[in-house]
């Protein structure tokens, strides 16, 4: 995983299409650190979220990456190696099993351990099921394997919670928790608590 | 290139599931073909000279059948997402899904193609040429293609648009790949054949990047 020293949003204001989803939004993530952004329905959560991704183009302000080593990257061309999606749509291909949609992505970044994926989200029994057959909350546990996969610095996870049981809801706040001692940055759009120190960012409607 | 191998394997392991793309194609473009026989007569005179530019066009319309999806699931289910932040760029990931198309269309469509060819009663050498045609053609349809796929994400029922976007800039792939075969049959060269794979070539290299700047334009919608 290449180590990012830190993430800061500036002044940041975004509208779609004619409508103004925040503006003035400053933040600022250091690694190690999660950022829980709150708001209800419609506050642009999912959107900043696009926006640190580097898909959405802020209308003002402006969003910078640092790296470990103190450069900072202000080109989304650059960031996009450091960042692990994970989606408000899983991005899994109903034809496809857990096991192959995990091989896929691992040979896809080059590398990784497709088997400690599966154990480390309880995936092993259902493996070679095509995931058409897997209820909501497994398909999640897929996306959620895949994330770890990656081995991007910084997480975005909308709604990481969102499908899963108790058990796995514990599962992801431990995820965030290892990742983040491994020097890992989590920005999480949520609309309940995750149980999980961080900073937190309040989007309003305006 | 690991990354774009892995991106064309996928995309090659969901079209051959059940339901997959690829048996459709060759069955439009089996019965297709099979029907223009019925219809026209056994003159055989008359059949070889329609054969080229039936095949042809029937190839191009089995070809546009599993265009429409081309981007649009991945889109849908926001593995577009993914692909765009993973170790490939925009027109890698273009390029991979040109080669997965034309594998699971073009070249199927190529191979079953001298079978077709008996239909007409075209002499060997033209059933050779034929299939050539088709070989260095299809790659063209599915680079325009793709553009057109790129384009037509977010429409509703874009698979009825897409046709007419694509269709206009896919008349010189047909035109020389029919003009080859023609060539064969009256025995004289006009030199279709190297246009046709210059056309080709000249798609497939500069499509990725269009299709490329269309997918970035859904991203950030």
């Known amino acids: ?206 | 290139m690991i990354s774009f191998a892995a991106l064309v394997s996928r995309d090659l392991h969901i079209a051959t599931r059940a339901g997959g793309s690829v048996l459709l194609a060759i069955s439009f473009f089996a019965a297709t073909t099979a029907l223009f026989p019925l219809g026209i007569g056994i003159n055989p005179s008359f059949l070889f000279r329609m054969a080229a530019g039936v095949v042809w066009v029937a190839a191009v319309f089995a070809c546009l059948l599993s265009l429409d999806r081309l981007f649009e699931a991945d889109y849908e289910d926001g593995s577009l997402d993914l692909l765009a932040l993973g170790p490939l760029s925009l027109e890698g990931v273009a390029l991979a899904k040109i080669v997965s198309h034309w594998l699971t269309s073009g070249l199927p469509l190529t191979l079953v193609s001298p079978l077709l060819a008996l239909l007409f009663r075209l002499p060997q050498a033209a059933s050779v040429a034929l299939a050539i045609s088709l070989l260095v053609g299809t790659p063209a349809v599915s680079a325009i293609g793709a553009i057109g796929a790129a384009l037509t994400i977010s429409v509703r029922r874009g698979g009825l648009i897409l046709p007419l976007i694509v269709l206009p800039l896919l008349t010189p792939v047909v035109i020389f790949g029919t003009g080859a075969v023609l060539a064969t049959l009256d025995g004289m060269s006009n030199g279709a054949l190297p246009l046709l794979a210059a056309f080709s070539l000249a798609s497939v290299l500069l499509a990725p990047f269009a299709t490329a700047a269309a997918l970035r334009l859904h991203l950030a919608a």
Request: net charge positive; charged share 20%; aromatic share 6%.
């Open chain 1, 1 to 206: 995983m290449a180590a990012l020293g830190g993430l800061r949003g500036e002044k940041l204001a975004l509208q779609r299409g004619h409508h103004p989803l925040f503006r003035d939004l400053s933040f600022e993530v250091s690694a190690g650190e999660v950022l829980l952004v709150e708001g209800p329905n419609g506050a642009g959560k999912t959107s900043l979220l696009r926006l640190i991704a580097g898909f959405l183009k802020p209308r003002a302000g402006s969003v910078a990456l640092r790296t470990a080593g103190g450069l900072v990257l202000s080109e989304v061309e650059e960031w996009s190696p450091y960042i692990g999606w994970l989606g408000h749509q899983d991005g899994i291909k109903p034809q496809l099993t857990p096991h192959e949609t995990l091989r896929f992505f691992a040979r896809f970044h080059r590398g990784a351990d497709v088997e400690q994926a599966l154990n480390r989200l309880g995936l092993q029994r259902f493996r070679d099921l095509p995931v058409q057959y897997l209820s909501a909350g497994q398909k999640k546990r897929v996306a959620l394997a895949r994330l770890t996969l990656a081995n991007r610095a910084l997480w975005l996870m909308d709604e990481p919670m969102s499908m899963l049981d108790f058990a796995g809801r514990a599962l992801v706040a431990e995820l965030i928790v290892q990742h983040c001692r491994d020097g890992g940055m989590v920005v999480a759009a949520t609309h309940e608590p995750l149980g999980i120190p961080g900073r937190h960012l309040s989007l309003a409607p305006l």
